[in-house]
């Protein structure tokens, strides 16, 4: 099994997870009903964050907390939430990649939903 290498591997780590998430029973609510994401929309720009994290690309430009916190004033996110989104995300990555750059989006994964929660409680 190869480890992430650059945006092509992005793109199906993302697309593949996403396909899950959409129809998790636990979260995947967030996205189909509270939300409505737009994946043709919405897959292009995570990627471009997931890049720039892993990679060191200057590709995303935003701010990923206000989306969250609107998303949050619509419907509460809890732990259990992240912890799900979290498991979902990793488990995704075991199933495509091994290697250097899949355990470090695993770890950021981690402290990117321990880092989101804290700032939608405090906003």
């Not at 992005?10 to 967030?30: A, P, S």
């Not at 004033?73 to 899949?102: N, Y």
Request: aromatic letters at 10%.
């Amino acid at each position: 099994m190869n480890d992430i290498q650059g945006r092509a591997d992005i793109d199906l780590l993302i697309e593949t997870f996403y396909k899950k998430i959409m129809v998790d029973e636990e979260i995947g609510y967030f996205f189909t009903e509270v939300v409505k994401l737009d994946l043709e929309h919405h897959l292009p720009k995570i990627a471009d964050f997931w890049e720039t994290t892993l990679f060191h690309q200057a590709k995303y430009k935003g701010n990923p907390i206000t989306p969250h916190v609107a998303m949050h004033e619509k419907s509460p996110m809890t732990q259990a939430h992240f912890d799900r989104w979290v498991k979902v995300f990793c488990d995704t990555i075991d199933d495509l990649f091994a290697g250097a750059k899949a355990e470090m989006a695993k770890q950021r994964a981690h402290s990117i939903a321990t880092v989101m929660l804290i700032k939608i409680k405090t906003v």
